[in-house]
């Protein structure tokens, strides 16, 4: 039996997380591209997945109030890597 309901996709429940609430689009372009379009694509994923709040939450926070976050220094890892 064939349902024309999403919710049966096995990933279903992963796949509604990628929903557009967020402020980033994808979209086709006649434009030339650079080395960094793949940013746009690790910035929402690492939004959707909460990336910030996990970081802090497992790392130390800086004692001084003029520290950065963990988050800060490990999201610029991950967006120089990709």
Known sequence: MVSDETDHHPMGAQLKAYDDSTPYKLD???DLL???TGLLATAQLMDSLNLSER???????PKSNR???PS???KA???DAA
């Open 67 to 69: 520290g950065y976050r």
């Open 55 to 61: 970081i802090d939450h497992h790392f130390p926070l």
């Open 77 to 79: 890892l991950i967006i």
């Open 72 to 74: 800060e220094f490990i």
């Open 28 to 30: 086709t372009t006649n």
């Open 34 to 36: 650079t080395s960094r």
